[in-house]
């Protein structure tokens, strides 16, 4: 009996560690409005990008769903329109892993839209297999494709008082790394039917997205547009769809315990979209609604310059 009691108690022992830790939420309190701002949604559809939607249309802005899925994008909008009352919620169709399907959403939006004040590049997947340019499809979509559009909608968001870029990143960028030889040869930064594979790919491409930040803070300094990364936690999203179904069986039990729900993933991307004061900490990394210092792989002047130049290769733009 004894020993059964020494074990259940360091199981909630370990529990709390990891909700106190791994698995900590939290709760952005700022009451900024939105009226007459307009927002790009990557991914808005589902999970985080979702409720993050949910809050910046009750906020009154308008908002615009960066999505592959029009069916999904179309549900979602009736679902923030009934809870929101917002009428001012649209779908932009968006294919983040074809370069082309990137320039021309961007050059739908630039033709029909005056002003962006806000991007926020929040798909993401993990999983294997090839984007339609040939990229791992982690890297292709993750980070390519945002990295396309980012740049193709900076001068809109220079236009504005104030426009905000913020690229959902993961804690994962610690365990990532990235072969630049590897990546010109072979056009992905890891790949393969593993999950173990396909994790290390997502960790790399996480990695992209923090020294992506990295280096557009540099680019941006004298203009009024700041940009952020962000840790969303541990959330319970669609982000294992391409997985496996053995896979998934897995993991699903572990997030119904653990994982973080949508709504408090989505707290610290609506906290550096919204906070007001945080702009001298344009290329910072956050989590849980504060800045967090970022390990030295995050923040290498070097590596962020050369992957943008890369990026910019890769991506036709220059």
Known sequence: ??????????????????????????????????????????????????????ELARRGARVILACRNQEKAELAIGDIQRETGSTNVVFMQLDLGSLQRVRSFAE?????????????????????GRTIDGFGIGFGVNHLGHFLLTCLLLDRLKEGTGGRVVTLGSMAYRWGNIDFDFLITNKHLGT??????????????????????????????????????????????????????????FIEPIAKLLFLDPETGAQTTLHCALQEGIEHLSGGYFFCCAPEEVVAKGKD???????????????GLC
Request: aromatic share 10%; with cysteine; hydrophobic share 45%.
């Open 192 to 249: 393969g039917r593993y999950s173990w594979q396909f994790f290390h790919a997502y960790c790399n491409s996480k990695l992209c997205n923090v020294l992506f930040n990295h280096e557009l803070a540099k680019r941006l300094k004298g203009t009024k547009v700041t940009c952020y990364s962000v840790h969303p936690g541990v959330v319970k999203t669609e982000l294992s769809r391409n997985c496996s179904l053995w896979q998934r069986f």
């Open 108 to 128: 739908t939006f630039l033709k029909t839209e005056s002003r962006l004040d806000l991007l926020i590049n929040n798909a993401g997947l993990v999983g294997d």
């Open 1 to 54: 009996m004894l020993p059964l009691l020494v074990a259940a108690v360091v199981l909630i022992a370990v529990y709390v560690l990891l909700i106190k830790t791994i698995f900590k939420g939290s709760k952005f309190k700022g009451n900024a409005a939105m009226d007459g701002k307009t927002v790009i949604i990557t991914g808005g559809n589902t999970g985080i990008g979702k409720a993050t939607a949910m």
């Open 301 to 315: 002047d070097a590596v962020a310059k050369k992957l943008w130049e890369v990026s910019e290769r890769l991506s």
